[in-house]
Structures are given as C-alpha cells and as structure tokens.
C-alpha cells in the first residue's frame, strides 16, 4: 500500500456563546441566526416614485402624440431620441433625455446595490451613524436618498458631485419632493460640478457609486481612489456592477488603498464583504473567471412591473479608517447560493484565512445547529462557525510486483509508510 497526504476543511462548531446556547434548544430552527444580512426589496422612497418622474416626463420632449385610432403619448425609445438630437445638435436638450432616461431605467437598480451596502455598513459598525455625506458622480440622487431612507434624522450635510448640469439639475428636482420650490429634506444639501482638490475637509461616509468604468485610464481611476480616500473620516463605500470586470475595478481599488495606507503608515480595515484582507482567493483560483459579486431584488420603475421583484448583481467593497470600532465576528462569507440537498448542503465560503472553501454541511457530521445554520444562510450572508483545516491519509491500492526489487526501492517504499504514519512529509 502506498499512503497520500491530503487537506479537508472540517467544520469545528458554532462561534459565540450566546448562539451556541440558543442553538442548544429544540426550537432553534437556524432562519434568523446573528450573522444573516436581511434585505428585503429596495423600494424607492416616495419623492423618486413613479409618479414624480411621470410628471417630469409630461413636460419632457421625449414624449410625442402617435396616432394608432385615437391620439395617445407614447414614448420614444431612447436610440431614436438620440439619433434625432445628434441630427440636430442640441447637445443640451440630449443631456436632458439621457438624464431622465438614466433616472427611468437605473435609479432602482443603483438605489437597491446601494441601500444594501449600507445594511452592511449598518449591521457589522452598528454604532457608526454619518453626519456628513459625500457622494462622488451622485447622478440622479440615489446615494442620497438611501442614506436618507436609513440615516434620515441624523444626517447634517451631503454633498453631490457630477459633471452633468442636466443630471444635477433632475437630482435636485427628486431631492425637492419633486418640486421646483421645494426643500431638500437635508437643508445642507450642496451640488457641484468639480470634485474640490483641497484635503482639509473630511466627510463620515464617502461614496462612488458605479462610476469607475466612467474614468479614461487607470492612473485616472487612482487619482481618484487617493483623493476620495483622503476625504474619508470614517468609511469609503464603493458600488460597481457585478460583471466580472466591474468585479476587478472593486478588487483594484481595495488593493490600491491597501497599499497606499500600508505605505504611508496608516491603519485601515476591510468591514465588508471580504472576512480578511489578504488578496482575492477567487482571482488566485486558476480557471475560475466568476466575480465575487451579490445580489439584491428592487422593482422597477419603467417600465411597470406586475408586482414581481427584479434581481440585480453587484459587487462592491467597504473600507474603513483606523482599527475596527466594533468588534467584528471571524466568519466566512457565503459567496455563492448554496446548493442544497436531501440530507446536506454544499457551500461556497471565503474564509477568513484568505482562502475559497467549498465546505458540505451534514446533520451527522457537523451537528444540526451547524446544519441549519448553513440551510438557512443565503447567498452574502456571514455563517458563524469555525473552519479547520484537517490532514487525512489516503490508501492508494498498487499492483503486486515481483520480489526482484533491489533493497534500496524497498527501503524507499517502508520510510514512506512510517513517514505517512507518523504524519511527517512523505519522501519522494
């Protein structure tokens, strides 16, 4: 017999004491165990409903009587709207489409990616509560609004960016209620154009938000990566699309900052979603291109949509300044939808050694609060137990081979018994 050396993860048991003890009982079911991240479907706020932007959009020149039997507004799609004003150059009046299209078609889906980075921002620094805002290419306000939605009465001034006149002027119109001479509900809410290049202010919460595919070359997306970090008080939140190269743009900043910190001898922490801050295992993992990427559920504002929620993929990367100031659970993180089968359950984690585990969870192996604990995670959801890497030996059967083997091969073939045995290094 010739003996292998192998690695297995081994679930140990439930981390805390107070879950252990709650899982101890017979009612334990494992559905709302303390590391479950709960986001229901991001509903936007009344002032970026549907009705407001239908009015915006009566006044709109997207929208021209079609006769088919009697007359009706129709909407034009949005690539003969385009074609038309580049005809005629009114490069203003195509700004103003393209705004209220963006606003129609990606307000729920940037407001849903961002309303559930700030559950986790909420959940893991429980006692982080901004005062200030700052929000990098805000577009049409969605940033904002989701930081009013959770932070409403203890915000104190936000501050929007973007190039686009138009866009800020449609942020503006939704931040009013909708109304040309309305109040922002923050009063100290402030729009510009240019991002200021002096340091001396520092917000609580700084966000960019699906911009960086906006920026013409890398060395201009680390300029300002260095900028916005040097805004940051507290932390600096970044949303990007799911795709697996919106994926890199996040991984690439978070080493950056990384670098750049370790650099300039500053200490800083990941607080989401990574559980370490090691490189990426996934981007490490050879024939691997899926994205370390999460989802979340919205409902869409245009067109209507029957009642059923919409899904979206995003990824996205929290940073924060100086050491935690919370303590944080050593979890690994659900990074895919487990596979659950008849009498197991088969989960993708990210451990907080810096490695992408694909662990099975059984009743009789890992014990039933650990079982259910994992039935019931879903995707993006820390699970509290503990991880441990096992050796085993693994018997390989060989042929029978003659006895003309010389003394040497069969004093070779016993030190790798004992070697295998003895748990030492096997000798090649």
């Given at each position: 017999?010739?003996?292998?050396?192998?690695?297995?993860?081994?679930?140990?048991?439930?981390?805390?004491?107070?879950?252990?003890?709650?899982?101890?009982?017979?009612?334990?079911?494992?559905?709302?165990?303390?590391?479950?991240?709960?986001?229901?479907?991001?509903?936007?706020?009344?002032?970026?409903?549907?009705?407001?932007?239908?009015?915006?959009?009566?006044?709109?020149?997207?929208?021209?009587?079609?006769?088919?039997?009697?007359?009706?507004?129709?909407?034009?799609?949005?690539?003969?709207?385009?074609?038309?004003?580049?005809?005629?150059?009114?490069?203003?009046?195509?700004?103003?489409?393209?705004?209220?299209?963006?606003?129609?078609?990606?307000?729920?889906?940037?407001?849903?990616?961002?309303?559930?980075?700030?559950?986790?921002?909420?959940?893991?620094?429980?006692?982080?509560?901004?005062?200030?805002?700052?929000?990098?290419?805000?577009?049409?306000?969605?940033?904002?609004?989701?930081?009013?939605?959770?932070?409403?009465?203890?915000?104190?001034?936000?501050?929007?960016?973007?190039?686009?006149?138009?866009?800020?002027?449609?942020?503006?119109?939704?931040?009013?209620?909708?109304?040309?001479?309305?109040?922002?509900?923050?009063?100290?809410?402030?729009?510009?154009?240019?991002?200021?290049?002096?340091?001396?202010?520092?917000?609580?919460?700084?966000?960019?938000?699906?911009?960086?595919?906006?920026?013409?070359?890398?060395?201009?997306?680390?300029?300002?990566?260095?900028?916005?970090?040097?805004?940051?008080?507290?932390?600096?939140?970044?949303?990007?699309?799911?795709?697996?190269?919106?994926?890199?743009?996040?991984?690439?900043?978070?080493?950056?900052?990384?670098?750049?910190?370790?650099?300039?001898?500053?200490?800083?922490?990941?607080l989401a979603p990574c559980p370490h801050s090691l490189a990426c295992p996934r981007?490490?993992?050879?024939?691997?291109?899926?994205?370390?990427?999460?989802?979340?559920?919205?409902?869409?504002?245009?067109?209507?949509?029957?009642?059923?929620?919409?899904?979206?993929?995003?990824?996205?990367v929290i940073l924060g300044k100086g050491r935690r100031k919370s303590p944080s659970?050593?979890?690994?993180?659900?990074?895919?939808?487990?596979?659950?089968?008849?009498?197991?359950?088969?989960?993708?984690?990210?451990?907080?050694?810096?490695?992408?585990?694909?662990?099975?969870?059984?009743?009789?192996?890992?014990?039933?609060?650990?079982?259910?604990?994992?039935?019931?995670s879903d995707w993006g959801d820390l699970v509290p137990v503990s991880l441990r890497?096992?050796?085993?030996?693994?018997?390989?059967?060989?042929?029978?081979?003659?006895?003309?083997?010389?003394?040497?091969?069969?004093?070779?073939?016993?030190?790798?018994?004992?070697?295998?045995?003895?748990?030492?290094?096997?000798?090649?």
């Amino acid at each position: 017999m010739s003996f292998s050396r192998m690695m297995a993860t081994k679930v140990v048991g439930l981390l805390g004491e107070s879950l252990t003890l709650e899982a101890s009982k017979d009612s334990f079911t494992g559905k709302a165990h303390p590391s479950k991240v709960y986001s229901a479907v991001a509903d936007l706020p009344n002032p970026l409903c549907k009705e407001q932007l239908t009015k915006r959009k009566q006044k709109s020149s997207i929208f021209r009587r079609r006769k088919t039997g009697k007359a009706a507004e129709r909407p034009i799609r949005a690539r003969k709207v385009i074609r038309k004003e580049k005809v005629e150059t009114h490069r203003v009046h195509q700004n103003q489409v393209v705004s209220l299209l963006h606003a129609e078609q990606n307000a729920s889906r940037s407001f849903c990616c961002v309303d559930r980075a700030f559950v986790e921002l909420s959940k893991w620094a429980p006692n982080f509560v901004p005062r200030t805002l700052y929000d990098f290419e805000s577009g049409v306000g969605s940033v904002p609004w989701a930081a009013i939605s959770r932070w409403s009465k203890q915000l104190e001034e936000i501050h929007c960016i973007d190039s686009s006149k138009d866009m800020v002027n449609l942020a503006e119109l939704l931040l009013k209620g909708g109304e040309a001479g309305g109040k922002f509900h923050v009063p100290q809410t402030y729009f510009r154009q240019l991002m200021s290049p002096t340091v001396n202010r520092t917000f609580d919460l700084v966000v960019s938000a699906h911009t960086l595919f906006e920026f013409p070359s890398l060395e201009a997306r680390l300029d300002a990566h260095i900028n916005l970090w040097r805004k940051t008080k507290d932390y600096y939140v970044l949303v990007e699309l799911g795709t697996r190269e919106g994926f890199k743009l996040i991984d690439e900043a978070k080493e950056f900052i990384l670098f750049q910190s370790k650099k300039e001898g500053q200490e800083m922490h990941i607080l989401a979603p990574c559980p370490h801050s090691l490189a990426c295992p996934r981007l490490l993992r050879e024939g691997d291109r899926s994205p370390c990427n999460f989802e979340s559920r919205y409902y869409k504002l245009w067109p209507e949509n029957d009642g059923e929620a919409s899904k979206e993929r995003f990824s996205f990367v929290i940073l924060g300044k100086g050491r935690r100031k919370s303590p944080s659970p050593s979890w690994p993180r659900m990074v895919r939808a487990p596979m659950v089968r008849g009498g197991h359950v088969i989960c993708s984690l990210c451990t907080p050694e810096g490695k992408l585990e694909d662990v099975t969870f059984t009743k009789s192996k890992d014990g039933r609060a650990s079982f259910l604990c994992a039935r019931y995670s879903d995707w993006g959801d820390l699970v509290p137990v503990s991880l441990r890497q096992k050796e085993f030996d693994v018997r390989d059967k060989v042929k029978k081979e003659k006895i003309s083997e010389n003394s040497d091969d069969a004093q070779k073939s016993e030190h790798q018994y004992v070697a295998a045995d003895e748990g030492r290094p096997l000798v090649n």
